[in-house]
């Protein structure tokens, strides 16, 4: 892998040339992950007060063409992340209901939490490989009004059933709790607050017009989702060589990449040795795998600067049908200077497949320069 800071796939001494293909997303979940935010029927339209929107969930950029998010498919992974299918599926008819709701509001939520649509994504990545879960949105809004579907005919098992339309202002801050790290200095300053320096703002969007920033769900169907529960330290420590493992709630097809901070992307599995490595639920797939480990290879952390600390992120796919791994897998040995983009270039092409035969997971990790002797 060269110069790559990540984890490199080594044989023996010598380092294979194991690039990455772009692909991607979602959080730090260094054990079996459940959803951070429950999804099922959502509760009635509740009178015009903050309260609103607390139980919807947030977009991280606000989107103009607010009717055609509803009755869109919906993905939720077990780790907490959303994905909004890219348009309604064929066959999908949606009935518009309009009711003025004039408030404002006021929320504080994890990055993590937030859902990306389209060319945001990549930035959702982004934020995610570089920061971890320390990013911090504060929202403020002046709602308009809430659009209702009414749907026809075949939609998806979760879907879109309502949007929180309005103007506003969302901040992305650095919680206290990186302090220093990143390159980023944060003087102590609660994110959202007005600040005097902009140095722990990472991120600032504000819409004049009126816009969807918020979306609730519904549960059509009773299916069971595809969970992928990845295990890797939270923490590594420089030379260390590192296992990980990748259990499914069903068999399926992986992918796995890991993410730099400044975006490079480098591709694990598959691999020569693994051209269709698969778990299933009571065998988990370890990463190197036995084939791998007897043809030399190993997975070391490496720094670019040794003295530096580094956050890098495991990025996994899982499909349960062969077909749509064999469409949508990277070639063996690619890599890609954009993973961010290319992440959000794979879930437009997942766009087209049944949510409930893909899953992913984003697990973040840091790699620690070795400790001093003595």
Known sequence: M????????????????????????????????????????????????????QQSNLLLFPMAEAEDLLGRAVHATPEGGWTIAEARAPGCEVSVRKTKAEFSTRRQVNLHDMTSVSVGFA?????????????????????????????????????????????????????????GKAGVTISGVTPGAEHSSGSNIIDTTEWKTDQAYGFSTRKVANVQPLDVTVRLP?????????????????????????????????????????????????????????????AGISIKAALRNPAEEAREMLVVYAFTEKGDFDRLKPAVGSSDTNGAAYAAQLTRRIGDIPMSRWSRSLTSYVIAPKKKKG
């Open 123 to 179: 930035k959702f990545v982004g934020f995610e490989a570089k920061y971890g879960r320390s990013v911090v949105a504060d929202i403020q809004i002046d709602n308009t009004e809430i659009l209702k579907a009414d749907t026809r005919g075949t939609c998806g098992d979760l879907i879109v059933d309502s949007v929180f339309v309005g103007r506003g202002r969302r901040l992305l801050s650095l919680s206290s709790e990186v302090g």
């Open 234 to 294: 939270s923490t590594v420590q420089d030379g260390e060589l590192v296992d990980i493992s990748v259990e499914t709630s069903r068999k399926a097809y992986l992918v796995v990449y890991y993410l730099e901070s400044d975006g490079k992307a480098e591709l694990l599995w598959p691999s020569n040795e693994e051209p269709e490595p698969t778990a299933e639920p009571g065998r988990a797939a370890p990463i190197p795998s036995q084939k791998e480990k007897m």
């Open 2 to 53: 060269g110069s790559t800071n990540l984890l490199r796939a080594s044989r023996g001494d010598a380092v294979p040339a194991c690039k990455l293909i772009p692909i991607v997303l979602v959080l730090s979940c260094a054990g079996s992950c459940k959803p951070s935010t429950p999804v099922g029927p959502e509760p009635p339209a509740p009178p015009t007060t903050t309260q609103q929107t």
